[in-house]
């Protein structure tokens, strides 16, 4: 039984999709693809590395991931004409390293933001290797977030280089093709869950300009809270966090004093309950307001506020 318990909580806190998901043997709610109309960009072009074939889409719940993503991609999901403002999101969803939950954090994020007039775009980072069988890979994923959870409070140690450098090439191609898109250069951020708030706090730390360069703001949701050594000119920061977070709700928050020590804007919201990976809002939850209190932090950096098209 002890077992049982294990594994139930070891996947409860760091899959995404589980974390909100519906009730047992319901249909997704979202397609695993693009909203219609949205075309994925190879994001290197003609030199993208890896091929679309290696990619798997898995069943969790209620929720379909994708994993052995060796082909990185970015989708834009484009307001109306007549909303659009000028700013740009990348939207970076969280797995671990090891999946993309692109449901719960990549498209209904990217729906919400383009409601309100800002260009999303989703970006499908490249990710650690996984087995192909899906009980292999589950197996893979019961060890990985049971040892997480042995440490609670502490990042997990995992990366992947590829995803920053994903990263900083989504970067690259929106500012690149900004007028196509009719966004500003100047007004290009980032919102990233779980492993994608790592991806998204890598490229403000990592940003080397001009070869390679930050985001211009953030939205760093349920990403590790220890502290950093924050740039001279770190972009604005929201960052949003459970006080039950599994994984990071150990009431540390550093990296929020890190930010304003070095008087870098930094607004952070931590709510009762929520645990970790509650995406756009576990029911029952205040954790529902983050995207809306993201989206009028957005707007009290002016970032909402309609700019005239290059």
Do not use: C
Request: hydrophobic residues 45%; charged residues 15%; glycine residues 8%.
């Amino acid at each position: 039984m002890r077992s049982v318990l294990r594994t139930a909580f070891a996947l409860a806190i760091l899959i995404p999709s589980l974390a909100a998901a519906q009730a047992p043997g319901s249909a997704p709610t979202d397609p695993i693809d693009a909203p219609a109309g949205a075309v994925a960009i190879p994001l290197y072009g003609h030199a993208t590395p890896g091929s679309p074939s290696d990619e798997i889409a898995t069943r969790l719940g209620s929720d379909t991931v994708l994993r052995n993503i060796t082909y990185p991609t970015l989708t834009p999901v484009l307001p109306a004409p007549d909303k659009a403002n000028g700013t740009a999101v990348i939207v970076a969803p969280g797995g671990g390293f090891l999946m993309l939950s692109m449901q719960n954090e990549g498209w209904r994020v990217a729906r919400k933001l383009a409601d309100k007039g800002v260009a999303a775009f989703v970006l499908k980072y490249r990710l650690l290797p996984t087995p192909k069988a899906d009980d292999a890979f589950m197996a893979v994923m019961i060890k990985e977030m049971t040892d997480a959870a042995k440490t609670p409070g502490k990042a997990p140690n995992i990366s992947d280089p590829a995803a920053t450098q994903d990263a900083f090439a989504a970067l690259k191609l929106i500012r690149d093709r900004a007028a196509e898109w009719h966004v500003d250069p100047d007004r290009v951020g980032m919102i990233g869950f779980s492993a994608g708030a790592m991806t998204t706090m890598h490229a403000v730390l990592e940003a080397s300009p001009p070869a390679t360069r930050a985001p211009d703001f953030i939205g760093y949701i349920y990403g590790p809270m220890g502290p950093v050594t924050v740039p001279t000119n770190a972009p604005p920061m929201f960052a949003a966090l459970a006080m039950d977070d599994s994984l990071f709700g150990n009431g540390d928050w550093s990296i929020a004093s890190a930010w304003h020590a070095a008087k870098r804007p930094i607004e952070l919201h931590v709510y009762q309950t929520g645990n970790h990976g509650f995406g756009m809002g576990k029911p029952g939850t205040t954790t529902t307001m983050m995207m809306d209190e993201f989206l009028a932090w957005m707007d009290m950096q002016d970032l909402l506020k309609a700019k005239a098209r290059p």
